[in-house]
Every structure is written in C-alpha cells, then in structure tokens.
C-alpha cells in the first residue's frame, strides 16, 4: 500500500481540512460584532400579483443572503472583507466576524454597502445552490 502525494513532506491532505479553518483565530481578543442574517427574494408582478412563480416564502426560495453587520465608531476604510464560499471574514480595529453561511454563496459576485449614519455594513451575496438553474428560471 503506497500513498501518492504531491509533495512528502505535508502532514495531512487539503480534503482532510475543514472549510474556513485556516481563519480560525480564537486567540483574537477583539470583539465580535452585532450581526443579523437575512435572505431575499427577487420577484416581480408575476409573483405578486398572479402567483405564477413556484416561489414561496421559505428561504428555499431566496436568491440573496443579506448581512448587516453593526460597526460602531468604525469608518468605511478600516475594514477588511474577505468572501469564500461559505465563510464570510471581517476584521476592522476593533470588531472581528467570522462567520459560516448558512449556504454557500458567489463569493466573486457580491456587494457591500457601508451606511456611515446607521454605522452598519450590508453585505448583499448571491447564494449559490446546486439546483437553483431549474428552481429559478
């Protein structure tokens, strides 16, 4: 029995590492923020008004996860995002959020918004699931 491994000096395979390890930083004293988790849906008059979509109000449907994340005395410079499939990163001076999505998102394709007045940053993702090209046509 004979392991193939690219390189012979790696102490365990990629596969072996659960997603979103590698931010792992418990030793971080900063605090973690107020945040909330919404999902939302796109509709339009057809969904509305006829009911001809299969769409429902379970997040099933939804298209879109909302984050909004509260940054108190914090301004929109002195944040980091990092965006993964499923593992949102923030980091500012004070606050640190890392936090697992409930489902795994474009992390190429998303939004941020920093709304100064409200100190709150909305992370806007499209969720990305395996068959949502024939839920969602």
Not at 92 to 99: H, I, Q, R, V, W
Request: aromatic content about 10%.
């Amino acid at each position: 029995f004979q392991v193939k491994s690219e390189n012979r000096k790696t102490i365990w395979n990629t596969e072996e590492v659960p997603e979103g390890s590698e931010f792992d930083d418990t030793w971080d004293p900063r605090e973690q923020p107020e945040y909330e988790i919404l999902f939302k849906q796109r509709v339009g008059t057809e969904d509305v008004f006829f009911g001809m979509s299969r769409k429902d109000p379970s997040t099933a449907c939804c298209e879109d996860l909302v984050i909004k994340i509260k940054l108190p005395e914090t301004k929109s410079t002195e944040i980091t995002l990092d965006i993964q499939d499923k593992v949102l990163d923030l980091r500012t001076p004070k606050k640190k959020l890392l936090l697992h999505l409930p489902y795994s998102v474009d992390s190429k394709n998303g939004k941020a918004l920093f709304l100064s007045e409200e100190e709150t940053l909305e992370v806007t993702l499209r969720v990305s699931r395996q068959f949502d090209f024939i839920n969602f046509v």
